[in-house]
């Protein structure tokens, strides 16, 4: 009998926890409907540059616009290699003409990081933070603002994830030095004094792929070296960005449940790379990664339609 009920007993506690994480939202948060993001920012203003191309539109981009994107979508950039739907088009840049088709080679991936530049350089006059994202990843884009709102865009920054557990030997001239280097699948952010002092080495793309080429170094590990190389400026860690490469940061679920509301960005990944516990809220609408639940669970009294999704779910759910 017991061994038979193991099961919905489970999901009866999944149940409870997300019964208690909306009660403790309601009673949190003043109800607002609107306001989500000025609840916690003042005054920063962040670009967001996202990698993605047209192959990737429905399986991942759209998970995005639904969700985090349509947040802060004035202030979102998309490197693509040709135009998507349902983005305007001032907010696109494209590739496919000088970088040629998608691939994970070298080359490619410093062209389509040469291109973040380009944006950058245009906007730096209306923006304090520049950051990019890949298009498998979810930004919680109020813990970003709060994190950056913290340091001073006047200052040099390199924000990211490291991207392995040691340094980047290196013993070449110009730089003889192991340094830091962050992942880009984990997103980065430099501030408006980083951008500015990059410009000599970010002026067009065919410069950054062959300084690519030069050092035989992918986009993320050459910018590391533009950063410590030539500027001195080395990487700030911070654990909260997560990119899909991360084993463990799905596995176990307790942990995930407890500390996903401190998370500035979330990767993902088909099989395991994404919180596969938690339910689809709506059955009409396929929710491969549980991006949208997830959102839904960030800011689950703000929006309204996630209210709704998560009553139901609690109540109309059969266990
Ligand atoms: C946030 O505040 C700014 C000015 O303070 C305002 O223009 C904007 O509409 C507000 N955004 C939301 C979502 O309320
Ligand atoms: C564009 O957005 C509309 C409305 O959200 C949606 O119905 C349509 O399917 C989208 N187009 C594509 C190609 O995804
Ligand atoms: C690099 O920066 C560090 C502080 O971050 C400073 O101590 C050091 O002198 C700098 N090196 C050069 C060559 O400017």
């Known amino acids: 009998m017991f061994l038979l009920n193991i ?29 989500i993001i000025n609840q916690t920012s003042n005054s920063i203003r962040i670009l ?15 998970y995005l616009l639904q969700t985090w994107i349509s947040l802060v979508n004035q202030d979102v950039f998309f490197v693509t290699d040709i135009l998507l739907p349902n983005i305007s088009q001032n907010h696109m840049i494209l590739t496919k003409q000088i970088c040629g088709p998608d691939a994970h080679s070298m080359n490619i991936l410093c062209c389509k990081t040469a291109h973040d530049f380009i944006i950058f350089h245009r ?11 890949d298009d498998d990843q979810y930004v919680n ?25 040691n340094t980047i030997k290196r013993s070449k001239e110009p730089y003889p030095y192991s340094f830091w280097f962050a ?21 067009s793309v065919s410069q950054f792929i062959d300084g690519c080429i030069n050092e035989n170094y992918h986009d993320d590990i050459y910018l590391g070296f533009l950063l410590n ?30 500390t996903f509301t401190n998370e500035i960005t979330f990767g ?10 938690l339910p689809q809220l709506d059955k009409s609408y396929l929710d491969p990664y549980r991006i949208r639940t997830l959102h839904c669970l960030l800011y689950i009294t703000q929006i309204k339609e996630c209210e709704t999704k998560i009553r139901q779910h609690i109540f109309n759910s059969t266990i």
């Open 7 to 35: 099961s919905s007993y489970r999901k009866y506690l999944f149940i409870i926890f997300l019964f208690s994480i909306f009660i403790y939202y309601n009673l949190l948060f003043q109800r607002k409907n609107s306001n």
């Open 48 to 62: 967001y540059v996202i990698r993605t191309s047209s192959y990737f539109y429905q399986k991942r981009l759209i």
């Open 123 to 133: 906007y730096i006059s209306e923006y304090d933070w520049f950051c990019h994202f």
């Open 141 to 165: 884009v109020n813990n970003l603002k709060k994190y950056l709102s913290t340091l001073d865009f006047n200052q040099p920054y390199y924000i990211g994830r490291a991207s392995w557990s």
């Open 183 to 203: 992942t880009l699948g984990a997103g980065i952010c430099l501030s408006k004094r980083t951008i500015y002092l990059l410009k000599p080495y970010t002026q």
């Open 229 to 258: 190389g030539y500027l001195n400026i080395t990487l700030t860690k911070n654990n909260h960005f997560h990119s899909h490469l991360e084993k463990f940061f799905y596995h176990n679920k307790q942990i995930f449940l407890r």
């Open 268 to 277: 993902f990944n088909i099989p395991d790379r994404y919180p596969y516990y």
